[in-house]
């Protein structure tokens, strides 16, 4: 089996080691990975600017290859240029800090997921619910199972799965169900500053108010301290706002008198 | 009626004074957008930076302000900060080259408008398929058309409109059609160049492979002249997966033997 590493937090992360590391003991490992943190670039590609690969011996670790772009760029060149044939797998992580609810939208180590799915190539992106962690142990053994499970098992074309370990002793967690994404949102708040210079300037700030209640809401199942699985795909349409839209008549829009 | 316009091509481009120019027939509006152009930069948002915002007189066209951020980073600093109370509606655009397919994951454009529907803004992105046009008339002007449309009718909370324009005089238009997002993806390559000092680069480029058929398809219908409008969400849940996967009984996972 041939998988194919990313993530968003950068090859000199530390959770891109662990995962590397359990991957190893059951598949080929090839790791192309941002040069620099990219936290928050959603799915971002470049396409103004050049990208150059470099080699990148992460001490003791791993070889691999590091991009001066974003998740969604070391994905795609992973699979075109550096490896031979294209992977059985793609994982992204392990990353610090939970992907649930609308941080799917903004997230970089889902996005180099999506980008292998949109490959077709079945992927998974790994989090531990805590920004600070270096807990990575049971998020790196549930990757290798979660592995061997995604090769007996087909996924649906373009879809992904997104995985969010709690970060508590792997005892004490409830087990790991199966979800969808939550609507909790964050209540931004940007912060007004002024530098040395007098002049203003913004940091994003805010807290994130829950809106779910049951346990197959990712942003729930972590609280409850289970593992949280929501498969995710790239089909934006709402089919819903699709069918009652017909009431509209847009079609009409044309010949109406301008206001 | 108050509407705030962004976009990604910059505050700079035609595209955005044709798209004001045009609002301002109907209602009150605020520009915040990018200082730069951001095409691609997907749903980006900036964190690990603070934020400058700047006031700016556009020569004869408007006042707006301008962010050294994302589209995404525009529409959150005008509805959080610049303006006093939320808007009706917010547009995006009007882009230079169309949004469509697996183009929508990555477009800045489509994600300012999004970032709108996940701060409950009723909002719209708006595009003209073609790179280089000049021709924002029709475009703006079904703008004006589609903000009293969408005034008069509720659009689903969380839910935006993506149009794509054809780029052909008014009078060679088919007509407007609701639309899904396509399956048509990037074939891409990455063209490998060596600069002056003997060192790899590589660009990003490639080109589309059409996969559907159907008219009410988003990139279908622009090829055949039809204004396109797809309503789009940001519910990434794969609901037929999540289904598929209860037979993969990832709630043994935890206990399987490893590999």
Redesign the interface.
């Known amino acids: 089996m041939k998988i194919l590493v990313s993530n968003d937090d950068g090859i000199d992360s530390p959770g891109i080691s662990a995962l590397v590391k359990s991957l190893k ?2 598949a080929d490992v090839t790791v192309v990975a941002p040069q620099n ?1 990219q ?10 600017i ?4 470099t080699p990148y011996y992460k001490n003791g670790d791993f070889f691999g290859y590091a991009v001066d772009g974003t998740p ?2 070391c994905v ?2 992973g699979i ?2 550096i490896m031979k044939e294209p992977p059985d797998l793609v994982f992204s992580g392990i990353n610090n800090g939970s992907n649930t609810a ?1 941080n ?3 997230s970089g180590t889902v ?1 180099a997921a ?1 980008e292998a799915a ?1 490959m077709e190539v079945p992927a998974a992106a790994i989090s531990v619910t805590n920004h600070a962690t270096k807990n990575f142990n049971y998020a790196a ?2 990757a ?3 592995a ?2 995604m090769k007996n ?1 087909k ?2 074309l373009g ?1 992904m799965l997104n995985v969010n370990v709690p970060d508590v002793a792997e005892e004490e ?1 409830a ?4 979800t ?2 939550g ?1 909790s ?1 964050w209540d ?3 912060e ?2 002024q530098d040395p210079y007098g ?6 700030t805010g807290k994130m108010f829950e809106v779910d209640t049951n346990t197959d809401i990712d942003q729930v199942a972590i609280q409850k301290k289970y ?1 949280s ?14 069918d ?5 008549h ?2 009409n ?2 010949n ?1 008198k ?2």
């Open positions: 003991e059951i943190e936290s928050a670039v959603g799915h971002a590609i470049t396409m103004k050049p990208l150059r690969v969604a760029d795609k060149m075109r240029n609308i799917i939208i903004y996005s999506r949109i053994k549930l290798k199972m979660l061997l499970k098992n996924l649906t879809t967690l087990g790991i169900i199966l969808k994404q609507k949102k931004d708040i940007y007004q500053r002049r203003d300037y913004y940091w994003l593992v699985i929501t498969p995710i795909h790239f089909d934006l349409t709402d089919y819903d706002t699709f009652k839209m017909k009431s509209w847009i079609e829009l044309m109406e301008e206001a």
